[in-house]
């Protein structure tokens, strides 16, 4: 009897965590209207600097993802953002997170900002953003 019990709460522990981290936020699927712009990321923190190839795509409405790889296969980081929420994944973010992005943790803080920035400068070649201390140089 004390087996069964111990597989219930376990099962119970499992479901209840599973749905802290998932997120049940429906983000807008990608259509033909969207922009898409390919190019180049330079990220620079205290203690690291990457180079890779950034995909980014966003619609008229402000929905917003952006794949940050190096190389082919190799992904580091994945947004998918609207004006109130995001959904980050890869290993720049740790074990990923997602929920309303006045709640974000404060190393994706600047992640979440560049989707301003970007939208903002559609016909620009290169972006340079700033947040606290990371620099973040887009060319496309």
Request: aromatic share 10%.
């Amino acid at each position: 009897m004390s087996i069964l019990r111990a597989i219930v709460i376990a099962l119970a522990i499992v479901d209840l965590t599973s749905c802290a981290t998932a997120s049940r936020h429906q983000f807008a699927e990608p259509t033909p209207d969207w922009q898409v712009r390919s190019g180049q990321l330079s990220y620079r923190a205290p203690k690291m600097t990457l180079i890779g190839d950034i995909l980014i795509r966003f619609s008229k409405s402000g929905d917003f993802e952006l794949t940050f790889s190096k190389g082919p296969g190799v992904t580091l980081l994945m947004i998918r953002q609207d004006p109130s929420f995001a959904e980050v994944k890869g290993p720049l973010s740790g074990s990923g997170w997602s929920g309303p992005i006045d709640r974000a943790p404060q190393q994706l803080r600047g992640w979440l900002g560049v989707r301003e920035k970007l939208i903002g400068a559609q016909d620009r070649q290169s972006v340079r953003y700033i947040a606290g201390n990371e620099t973040f140089l887009f060319r496309f």
